[in-house]
């Protein structure tokens, strides 16, 4: 059995291939919202749809398709909920797995957290275009790395003085670049599939992960995801997982491609997508969600997660569908003939850059740990 074959075979249940018109047929119109500043509005664009959310194909939030269904763990922790959260076995726990003494890491509540933390202990600037919760303004230089929206890997001889690492363990199959005197931002969110948990670290000198504790609210981290993220943990196939997104990357980019979308090169767990204007409102009537990228100042792309490969077949008749909505038989109609389009996107196209060396399109060498 292939590496991706496994971690198909582990793969939390996907949405079905098609979808059911619903009970009125598909024919009347409804008012999907505008996109989300961050993505990962699956969720609102199921209720607009009158849909379960499950239902809902949503790669508009990059995690990882082969991680195991995190309710699944969760539900086996939840009496954790009657007592007040204690990090302190979890924050060991990931401190073993990454491979730092426990006084380098601080757990946070998602990697939005520890962004704000480290933001207000230090400040900082980024490079656009950049994801919207890094600060903007002070004198250390931020990068996501893989960057979002472009999903590059920033070369081995490019410095920031933070490294936001969300997507890095996905695109390398190790857990940090690894710089000595960089501040490190992660996200556990993308790596174990579970938005709704709430898990983030900061990795840094002691001192700083000191000052940085103190800003933290007290009971930051839930108790349930605190007890659940040494089992979430014990699960973790990084390598596995690299390697079989690596797959399905090249599996959903030569879709893109064949559908006149022009995706450019990403070492992430999403693609991003030039000539994409409007393909969210195309896809969303097919029960399919993409970030759209007016956000980051590009309105005509489009970030598309990696899916598994269930969803790559969703995508597929998603694309065929909605470019050829005459050939649609009986049965395979969009969800709602009418979608009212929120957002017209116009204008010229932004170049993207993503630091010296690395203009869009190219592919930085992996810098390994
Ligand atoms: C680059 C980057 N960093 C951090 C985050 C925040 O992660 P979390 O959901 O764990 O707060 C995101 C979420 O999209 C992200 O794209």
């Known amino acids: 059995m292939s590496r991706l074959s496994a971690a198909r075979a582990t793969t939390r249940p996907a949405p079905p291939a098609t979808t059911d018109p619903g009970p009125h047929g598909g024919s009347w119109d409804v008012a999907v919202p505008p996109p989300a500043r961050h993505g990962g509005d699956g969720a609102r664009v199921a209720a607009a749809l009158g849909l379960d959310p499950a239902d809902v194909l949503d790669l508009s939030a990059s995690v990882n398709p082969l991680a195991p269904d995190v309710a699944v763990v969760a539900a086996r922790h ?13 924050g060991d726990a990931l401190a073993e797995a990454i491979g730092v003494d426990r006084s380098r890491l601080l757990l946070t509540n998602g990697g939005a957290e520890a962004i704000a933390l480290v933001a207000a202990e230090i400040g900082g600037h980024v490079d656009e275009p950049e994801f919207a919760l890094h600060p903007r303004g002070g004198a250390p230089r931020w990068r996501s790395n893989p ?10 001889g490019e410095h920031a003085a933070v490294w936001d690492e969300a997507f890095y363990p996905l695109a390398t199959g190790t857990w940090t670049r690894g710089d000595p005197d960089a501040v490190v931002v992660g996200s556990l969110t993308k790596l174990l599939a579970c938005p709704g948990l709430r898990l983030g670290y900061v990795l840094a000198d002691p001192d700083l992960v000191d000052r940085v504790r103190r800003r933290q609210p007290g009971w930051s981290v839930s108790g349930l995801a605190a007890a659940a993220l040494p089992e979430l943990l014990a699960t973790a196939d990084l390598p596995g997982w690299s390697a ?4 399905l990357r090249a599996e959903l980019t030569a879709l893109l491609h064949a559908h006149g979308l022009e995706p450019l090169a990403s070492d992430a767990n999403f693609v991003l997508c030039r000539r994409a ?35 790559l077949d969703r995508l597929r008749i998603a694309l065929e569908r909605s470019a050829a909505p005459e050939t649609a038989v009986p049965g395979t109609a969009p969800l709602r003939r009418s979608v009212l389009a929120t957002a017209t996107r116009s204008g010229d196209q932004p170049a993207i850059t993503t630091g010296p060396g690395t203009p869009p399109g190219s592919r930085p060498g ?4």
């Open 78 to 90: 939840l009496r954790s909920l009657r007592c007040y959260p204690d990090p302190a076995a979890a």
């Open 147 to 156: 960057h979002n929206p472009t999903g590059l890997l920033a070369p081995a």
């Open 244 to 247: 079989g997104i690596a797959e």
């Open 277 to 311: 204007a409007g393909l969210r409102s195309r896809l969303i009537p097919h029960g399919v969600v993409v970030r759209d990228c007016a956000t980051f100042g590009l309105p005509d792309h489009a970030r598309v997660a990696v899916p598994d490969a269930t969803g």
């Open 366 to 369: 992996r810098h390994e740990p």
